[in-house]
Nanobody, 126 residues
Framework: QVQLVESGGGLVQAGGSLRLSCLASGRTFSSLVMGWFRQAPGKEREFVGIISRSGGSYYADSVKGRFTISRDNAKNTVYLQMNSLKPEDTAIYYC????????????????????WGQGTQVTVSS
């Protein structure tokens, strides 16, 4: 069992930056593959990025070069640093996690992830 709690969402102007945090509990954090998703109004959930147990990361083309995922295993926390934000980045952002066995890039890209946070709203104004 894993519990995930996101924080750090809010309102930011286009071109600005925001950092989201995801605190995990219920299992050894270092054993988890972590990722971020987002869902804009009227749209399906979209894969944003993934970070491996060792810190390697992979991103969707829409955010590549602007967003960075990092993790601090000592704090059981994953971060999503968002720079050069655009209005189209407006969405509810969800933290997600899975075991190393199931947490493949393919499964994450297709939303096949076992544990989800409640989401945090990010709004980018123009």
């Amino acid at each position: 069992q894993v519990q995930l709690v996101e924080s750090g969402g809010g309102l930011v102007q286009a071109g600005g930056s925001l950092r989201l945090s995801c605190l995990a509990s219920g299992r050894t954090f270092s054993s988890l593959v972590m990722g971020w998703f987002r869902q804009a109004p009227g749209k399906e959930r979209e894969f944003v990025g993934i970070i491996s147990r060792s810190g390697g990361s992979y991103y969707a083309d829409s955010v590549k070069g602007r967003f960075t995922i990092s993790r601090d295993n000592a704090k059981n926390t994953v971060y999503l640093q968002m720079n050069s934000l655009k209005p189209e980045d407006t969405a509810i952002y969800y933290c997600a996690a899975d075991s190393d066995y199931r947490g493949t890039a393919t499964n994450f890209r297709n939303g096949r992830v076992h544990y989800w946070g409640q989401g945090t709203q990010v709004t980018v104004s123009s």
